[in-house]
């Protein structure tokens, strides 16, 4: 029963199907018996997990065990407090994850919000009130204005019946409905006019309707499953975390388990050695990282508040900062969904019409040249029908102040709202612009009658009246508007419409239609004084042609350059709508999403595709209209299968899933549903696509940011492991002790590494290609980069210490001195290092000063050296000694030489002419992509 096509059934058809009286309903008893057999019309969350249970959940990750491993070994050395930090760190990351997690399953309860609470049905002969989740299929629902759809319904009768259905469509305006059967297979949700859908709204008149689904077999529900059975994905950034936690795992302990082994064949103490190897291995692995890493999206996270996107998983930025395909909604995202009208025609005129929104500012231009309404009385009776045949209200927010109306500056757009249909709306705004407003009119016109808009007639009338008679103002389809007129008002005069005329009007709304313009018509007729109007079949006859107006939901402004920029930056956009087809061409073709050769593909067509065959042509593909929640979860998962990090898009419902599915999901904060954001990872505070391109260099950023202290951190370690290594291949006493060892990995390597974690982005970070899904945290040479600082860190740091130990007096004393200097080499070696660790060249490209909590950082890294050094009470616990200025020469020219040696080699490097590299460039407007 719930897959048949309940749209194309006549009424005499449904009631057979269903069991149902059309004049008493079900009986109260057929009702709970149904009631118990297709179960509550309410949306399951499906499987549950327990707080405690996803809570553990957390310790199941590879590096929180390095970490729990970490921990007993900083305990058996005696080192409480690096086991506390330890500690601490695994059970804030622990409760950071399960907040997350908790907070991601929400989407459901959202959902199950959107079913109306009650619903009137009508059951054994009388209309009562029922709970929504006790409707059962064949139960007859009454519905008016304002009531939200408590199931998926099919219309007995609807007058005048408009419904919301953006939440779940996409459409961006509300859509008639009415109660024939439609004979057409597989028809897309936003054309099956005779159904309505759980959750959605109506926003006028009234309708009748017989329940065919409930509960997770309606098209609300079919989303719910969806979002239950779509998994979340992994990010690149866990995905390299972890990569990197198994090779630092392996090579810290086989590197270790060396170092100890020869220590001991050279006549090392073996619980000396060993010692020394439990200390290495606990510097080898970053313990940090984790803390560092959260530190550092926890701090982009905040640059991202300020910047209008809010984060609700942290790893989300970095996620984005990688996407190279963003799958975006139109309505309300690319746009401004806010219908506008931008041209009229007269007859004698094609007039533009300019300005944004709802503020009512602009006006109508002929070829550039303003045009007033007192001046033209064609476009003055089109302004004065726009005005009158309307039931919207544009109100001013907040009156501007005095000295905002002495500058004559125009008011912010937010300053107004329109309350009404937005069809309507763009009509009030239209004359409003030219003078025409609710209180102007109000004192010389007053409204005697209304025939409403109907799905049939596709029309809406208006008798006025005022001084010098009646007037029956009409607007609706052009098409069926001009069987309605006899004469046509041409150049201010009223003439026949004849057939050349009508042609005329034909082409003007053909031209307006190729420009994806939404086309009303309006007419009038002057009424007799004793003339009867009982009937808009009186009203809506011999009317006179007055004129067109093209209407558009406008594109956002600053969405054309964010779109560019994603386009330098090697990221594709991908608009998904529900709108129709030729709207959405114009409007990727307006922001140049879609370069001439680019494919749009419809809802209809992508559902005859097979997976392969989507996966074939999915690169090329710009635009896909009048799509369904299964097709955007096709769509994003294909993009998927291509290798491609999906970012989508969306402040509806029917979003949800793919929202879900995709690598990175972003909702609209504004006009977003509770669905859409609790599925997302990220949130638009704005609505704003622009704020997407912020999001995406400050992922960037993060990403390259974790990077420097990655490359910063093991080259230090390894640096720490070779001096220990090559010491006990050549047969060396200890260079370092496990204490000191220990001090360097908590005090050096922490505070330097969490300022990279905010170090400022470089300048053409936005012109390189996203990174691929599967690279490496090692790409880009950095593997390389930190092998090779970590040997010559290692060497040096090894030199100092043998060059110290030949020269120093032989015992004990010697010995300390030169393990004091290979500890302070090592040190400055770190700290040296960290600034050449801040760009992808060297040292000299950035501004050593530009970082200043790296500098700080630096600073107090160096004060706690000195204190180890040169406070007595601290040099018996560290096994450290004072230096004198040789010392200090010697440890000051080896911690510097590698940043030296490094340096020079990027110089040269650099210095080598390099081809330039032809790249796509698109022009403006969708044109077809060129080599230069």
Not at 411 to 438: I, N, R, S
Not at 569 to 592: P, W
Request: glycine residues 8%; aromatic residues 4%; neutral net charge.
């Amino acid at each position: 029963m719930e897959n048949a096509n309940w749209h194309r059934l006549s009424e005499e058809e449904l009631l057979a199907r269903l069991g149902c009286s059309p004049d008493s309903g079900l009986a109260p008893e057929e009702a709970a018996k149904r009631l118990a057999e297709h179960g509550r019309n309410e949306l399951s969350e499906g499987e549950k997990l327990s707080p405690a249970k996803l809570f553990l959940n957390q310790f199941k990750d590879f590096m929180v065990l390095v970490l729990i491993g970490a921990t007993l070994i900083s305990g058996l050395l005696g080192e409480y407090l690096d086991a506390i930090t330890i500690l601490a760190i695994i059970v804030i990351n622990a409760v950071l994850g399960f907040v997350q997690e908790f907070r991601a399953e929400r989407s459901l309860r959202a959902l199950k919000e959107l079913s109306a609470p009650t619903a009137h049905a009508l059951r054994g002969g009388s209309i009562v009130s029922v709970p929504a989740s006790e409707l059962v299929p064949g139960d007859i629902v009454l519905l008016q204005s304002g009531d939200r759809v408590p199931a998926d319904l099919r219309f007995l009768s609807a007058n005048s019946c408009q419904a919301e259905e953006s939440a779940l469509t996409g459409e961006s305006v509300p859509v008639s409905k009415h109660a024939q059967p439609i004979d057409e297979d597989d028809l897309p949700l936003g054309d099956r006019r005779n159904m309505g859908f759980l959750g959605t709204m109506l926003t006028g008149g009234t309708a009748r309707g017989i329940v065919v689904r409930t509960g997770m077999n309606t098209e609300m529900g079919k989303i719910a499953d969806l979002i239950q059975q779509t998994e979340e994905m992994e990010t690149p950034l866990q995905r390299r975390l972890e990569q990197l936690g198994k090779i630092l795992i392996v090579v810290a302990l086989g590197l270790t388990v060396m170092v100890v082994v020869a220590g001991i064949l050279h006549g090392q103490p073996a619980y000396g050695m060993f010692l020394a190897g439990v200390s290495l291995a606990v510097a080898a692995i970053p313990e940090g990282l984790p803390a560092i890493v959260t530190v550092a999206l926890a701090l982009g996270v905040q640059r991202m508040i300020r910047r209008k996107a809010i984060v609700r998983k942290l790893p989300s930025v970095e996620t984005l900062g990688c996407a190279s395909v963003i799958c975006s909604d139109k309505t309300g995202t690319l746009t401004q969904n806010k219908m506008t009208v931008t041209r009229v025609w007269t007859g004698s005129r094609d007039l533009e019409v300019t300005g944004e929104g709802y503020a009512p500012q602009g006006g109508c231009f002929d070829d550039g040249k303003p045009v007033e309404a007192k001046d033209d009385a064609s476009l003055r009776r089109v302004l004065q029908i726009a005005a009158l045949c309307n039931n919207a209200v544009l109100q001013r927010q907040a009156q501007p102040s005095e000295s905002a109306v002495r500058s004559s500056a125009p008011e912010p757009e937010e300053a107004w709202q329109l309350k009404g249909d937005p069809t309507e709306g763009a009509l009030v705004v239209l004359a409003a612009k030219m003078g025409l407003t609710a209180s102007s009119l109000e004192g010389l016109y007053k409204r005697e009658r209304e025939f409403p808009f109907d799905s049939e007639r596709k029309r809406m009338s208006v008798v006025v009246s005022h001084q010098g008679g009646r007037i029956a103002c009409v607007k609706g389809a052009p098409d069926l508007l001009l069987e309605r007129c006899t004469y046509i008002l041409w150049e201010g005069k009223v003439v026949p419409f004849t057939g050349t005329l009508r042609t005329k009007v034909q082409q003007a709304q053909e031209a307006m239609a190729h420009g994806a313009l939404r086309v009303l018509g309006l007419a009038y007729r002057e009424l007799k004084p004793r003339e009867s109007c009982e009937t808009a079949e009186e009203a809506e006859c011999q009317l006179v042609f007055a004129g067109l107006a093209g209407m558009i939901d406008p594109p956002r402004r600053e969405v054309q350059a964010a779109i560019a920029t994603c386009r330098r930056a090697g990221i594709k956009t991908v608009m998904i709508t529900g709108d129709h087809q030729l709207t959405a061409e114009a409007i990727a073709a307006q922001l140049g999403i879609m370069p001439r050769g680019g494919l749009s593909v419809s809802g209809r067509e992508l559902a005859a595709m097979s997976d392969e065959e989507l996966d074939h042509v999915v690169d090329n593909i710009y635009v896909y209209a009048r799509v369904s929640p299964e097709h955007k979860l096709r769509i994003v998962k294909s993009l998927q299968r291509k290798g491609h990090v999906v970012a989508m898009t969306g402040d509806g419902v029917n979003d949800a899933p793919a929202i879900k599915a995709a690598d990175i999901g972003i909702a609209m904060g504004i006009s977003g549903t509770d669905v859409s954001k609790e599925a997302s990872s990220l949130v638009l505070g704005d609505d704003n696509f622009a704020s997407i391109v912020s999001a995406i260099e400050e992922g960037r950023s993060i990403y390259e940011n974790i990077r420097k202290f990655i490359r910063y951190l093991l080259a230090s370690n390894v640096g720490e492991i070779l001096t220990m290594f090559l010491a006990m291949m050549a047969g060396l006493p200890l260079p370092l002790l496990p204490i000191q060892i220990l001090w360097v990995n908590l005090v050096t390597d922490g505070l330097p590494a969490m300022a990279l974690g905010v170090d400022q982005a470089e300048n053409d970070l936005m012109t390189q290609k996203p990174r691929p899904a599967r690279e490496s945290i090692f790409a880009r040479r950095l593997g390389w980069k930190i092998v090779s600082r970590g040997i010559l860190i290692g060497v040096c740091t090894l030199g100092a210490f043998w060059i110290t130990l030949r020269s120093a007096p032989e015992g004990a004393a010697g010995l300390a001195l030169a393990q004091t200097v290979a500890f302070v080499t090592l040190v400055m070696a770190q700290l040296i290092h960290v600034f050449d660790c801040r760009s992808s060249r060297s040292i000299f490209h950035r501004n050593l000063l530009q970082n200043k909590y790296l500098v700080l950082a630096v600073l107090s890294s160096l004060g706690l050296m000195l204190a180890v050094l040169y406070v007595p009470a601290l040099q018996p616990i560290f096994k450290t000694v004072p230096i004198g200025p040789r010392e200090w020469c010697l440890s000051l020219v080896a911690a510097g030489i590698p940043t030296f040696l490094m340096g020079i080699g990027s110089v040269l490097g650099s210095s080598k002419k390099r081809k330039p590299k032809s790249r796509i460039s698109y022009t403006s407007g969708g044109s077809q992509p060129s080599l230069r």
